[in-house]
């Protein structure tokens, strides 16, 4: 069983910078493939940002250039740097994890965090 739990949220200006983080509980092999989802009102939810236990990691072009996904290892943490933001990044912003690499499939999910950028 893998527990997780974002936090990091909050409000910040267009331009402004937030690191959310993703604190991960149980097997580390359940969680070979992790990830930042975001869903805004009224729309469905999207990838932001994976990365697999090789290091291999991928973005949406929505937001390639301004997030960067990391994650410690020693802390069980997954990070979500995200910088020049923008009124469309607002959104709740969720942390998932999947035990195989390479799959389109996610079983853990976290509560979310929420994200709010002003003009």
């Known amino acids: 069983q893998v527990q997780l739990v974002e936090s990091g949220g909050g409000s910040v200006q267009a331009g402004g910078s937030l690191r959310l983080s993703c604190a991960a509980s149980g097997n580390a092999y359940s969680r070979n493939r992790m990830g930042w989802f975001r869903q805004a009102p009224g729309k469905e939810r999207e990838g932001v940002a994976t990365i697999v236990s090789d290091g291999t990691t991928s973005y949406a072009d929505s937001v390639k250039g301004r997030f960067t996904i990391s994650q410690d290892n020693a802390k069980n943490t997954l990070y979500l740097q995200m910088n020049s933001l923008k009124p469309e990044d607002t959104a709740m912003y969720y942390c998932?994890?999947?035990?195989?690499?390479?799959?389109?499939?996610?079983?853990?999910w976290g509560q979310g965090t929420q994200v709010t950028v002003s003009s």
């Open positions: 998932a994890a999947d035990p195989l690499k390479y799959s389109s499939s996610w079983i853990y």
